[in-house]
C-alpha cells in the first residue's frame, strides 16, 4: 500500500542532537532560571525528572500536562503552582540557548518538503514532553516551521508517551487514519521503531541513531539522502 502520510520524529531526527547533552545543558539552563527563587538544583532536576516518569505512565486518563505537574507539584510543594508563569517564562526566553547545543541538518527541510511534493500528509510524531512553545522553538531550530506540519504533539495535547502504542494510536485517531496508511521516521529504535506493532511502516534514521538495547537493526534504515530514496519509492 503506497503511504497516505509521513510521521516525523523531532529530537535526534528532523533536529540533530546528542541527546544527554542537549537534556544536561536544558537542565543547566532551567535550574539557573529558578534558583533564585529558591529551588535547589538537584531537587528541581529530580522533580522534573518524576514529572516525566508520570507522562510516560500516563494511561490516558488525563493529558500529559496534567500528569507532570500533579506529579511534580506533589515532590516541590505548593508554591510550584504559583511560580508555574517562571517555568513559562524559561521556555519563551531562557529555553533558547539550549539551541546551541542541536545541529542543523538542510537536509530535515528538504525531506520535509518532498514528502509535501509527494502529495502526503505530514505530521510531527515527537515524544510530547514538552509544552507546545518549547516543541515550536525546536522546530525552527531544525529549519522548518510549525506550520509545515498537519499537527505536532505536545505535553497539552496527548495522554500517552512513547514508547506506549497507545501514543501513535492517539496520533492516528486526530489524523483519522489507518495506521498502514503511515510511514513512521524516527532515530529511536524503540520509542519510534515500536510504531510498527500497530501495522505502520518505519524508516529508522540513523543520523543521531539511539539504540539502547543494541537490538538488531532490521527496518529500513540510513541517513536523509536514503530516507528520501525511500519516500520516492514508496510513493512511485
Not at 11 to 32: C, E, H, I, N, W
Not at 89 to 100: I, K
Amino acid at each position: 500500500m503506497k503511504p497516505t502520510a509521513i510521521l516525523f520524529d523531532l529530537d535526534g531526527t528532523l533536529l540533530p542532537m546528542d541527546q544527554d547533552v542537549f537534556t544536561k545543558s536544558y537542565f543547566r539552563l532551567l535550574a539557573a532560571k529558578m534558583a533564585p527563587y529558591g529551588y535547589e538544583p538537584k531537587s528541581l532536576v529530580d522533580g522534573v525528572w518524576s514529572g516525566t516518569a508520570a507522562m510516560v505512565k500516563n494511561d490516558g486518563s488525563r493529558t500529559n500536562e496534567e500528569a507532570f505537574w500533579e506529579c511534580f507539584g506533589a515532590r516541590m510543594g505548593a508554591r510550584v503552582q504559583e511560580h508555574r508563569h517562571l517555568f513559562d517564562e524559561f521556555y519563551r526566553a531562557d529555553f533558547q540557548q539550549a539551541r546551541a547545543f542541536c545541529g542543523l541538518n538542510p537536509l530535515a527541510r528538504e525531506s520535509v518538503a518532498l514528502a509535501k511534493d509527494l502529495g502526503l500528509r505530514v505530521a510531527l510524531a515527537t515524544n510530547p514532553l514538552f509544552p507546545s512553545f518549547a516543541t515550536e522553538s525546536r522546530i525552527r531550530w531544525a529549519g522548518l516551521e510549525p506550520e509545515d506540519f498537519e499537527t505536532f504533539t505536545s505535553y497539552e495535547n496527548c495522554r500517552t508517551c512513547k514508547p506506549n502504542p497507545d501514543y501513535y494510536r492517539e496520533l492516528l485517531d486526530r489524523l483519522n487514519l489507518r495506521a498502514q496508511e503511515c510511514v513512521m521516521v524516527g532515530n529511536d529504535a524503540d520509542e519510534d521503531m515500536v510504531a510498527e506493532t500497530l501495522g505502520m511502516d518505519v524508516f529508522l534514521l540513523t543520523d543521531c541513531l539511539i539504540n539502547r538495547g543494541n537490538r538488531e537493526i532490521v527496518w529500513p534504515h540510513g541517513d536523509f539522502n536514503a530516507l528520501m530514496d525511500y519516500l520516492r519509492a514508496r510513493a512511485a
